[in-house]
């Protein structure tokens, strides 16, 4: 490897350690004002977030297998069983396609 590469390596990995130092002087200093309550919901908003980005633009088949799995979720609060529940019902829903395609 070049030099050039040697330096984006090192400029990147001096890149995420501050990121990470900079969030726990800002995680410290939130957690000492009147906004701590919000350190409690970003871990969920987080998911949700990554969630609903990766659902953009994806079929109706996988659009009802992630409302069967939130179904799931709200129900039982037990996220292995909402993963397997979810995968299944696209599976299920996924490969019952062409079966009903093939009926009518």
């Given at each position: 490897?070049?030099?050039?590469?040697?330096?984006?390596?090192?400029?990147?990995?001096?890149?995420?350690?501050?990121?990470?130092?900079?969030?726990?002087?800002?995680?410290?200093?939130?957690r000492?004002?009147?906004f701590?309550?919000?350190?409690?919901?970003?871990?969920?908003?987080?998911?949700?977030?990554?969630?609903?980005?990766?659902?953009?633009?994806?079929?109706?088949?996988?659009?009802?297998?992630a409302?069967?799995?939130?179904?799931?979720?709200?129900?039982?609060?037990?996220?292995?069983?909402?993963?397997?529940?979810?995968?299944?019902?696209?599976?299920?829903?996924?490969?019952?396609?062409?079966?009903?395609?093939?009926?009518?």
């Amino acid at each position: 490897m070049t030099l050039s590469h040697w330096m984006l390596i090192l400029l990147l990995a001096i890149a995420a350690f501050s990121i990470r130092v900079l969030g726990l002087f800002a995680g410290d200093a939130i957690r000492a004002s009147r906004f701590a309550w919000v350190l409690d919901d970003v871990p969920g908003l987080l998911v949700v977030a990554l969630v609903a980005s990766s659902l953009a633009g994806q079929s109706a088949v996988t659009w009802a297998a992630a409302a069967v799995a939130l179904g799931v979720a709200y129900v039982t609060n037990h996220v292995i069983l909402t993963m397997c529940v979810g995968g299944l019902a696209y599976a299920g829903m996924a490969s019952a396609g062409p079966i009903w395609a093939a009926l009518h």
